[in-house]
């Protein structure tokens, strides 16, 4: 079945850092765009980043866009999500999402 399995969140100050990654297994991973979501309390779910299945081209929310890269090794079934300049605002569960399946979601919050 398929699994998609995040890790790397944390308390983190603004300002900061923070890598999340997503394993992958169940599906031929090298074939489905991949993305992050987030979502924070009492807001509905967005899209935060998107990956081709290649890696070539992404997109990504304008609220992250120079902070965020998402990027991906297809040799691993990992994608990555790489947060930088971190702000409170960006503090939310952060979901993998891919062959139409979302993981459990890992908590991100950015507070001092």
């Known amino acids: 079945q398929v699994q998609l399995v995040e890790s790397g969140g944390g308390l983190v100050q603004p300002g900061g850092s923070l890598r999340l990654s997503c394993v992958a297994s169940?599906?031929?991973?090298?074939?489905?765009?991949m993305s992050w979501y987030r979502q924070a309390p009492g807001k509905q779910r967005e899209l935060v980043a998107r990956?081709?299945?290649?890696?070539?081209?992404?997109n990504y929310a304008d609220s992250v866009k120079g902070r965020f890269t998402i990027s991906r090794d297809n040799a691993k079934n990992t994608v990555y999500l790489q947060m930088n300049s971190l702000k409170p605002e960006d503090t939310a569960v952060y979901y993998c999402?891919?062959?139409?399946?979302w993981g459990q979601g890992t908590q991100v919050t950015v507070s001092s």
């Open positions: 990956i081709t299945n290649s890696g070539t081209v992404t």
């Open positions: 999402q891919g062959a139409l399946n």
């Open positions: 169940g599906f031929t991973f090298s074939s489905y765009y």
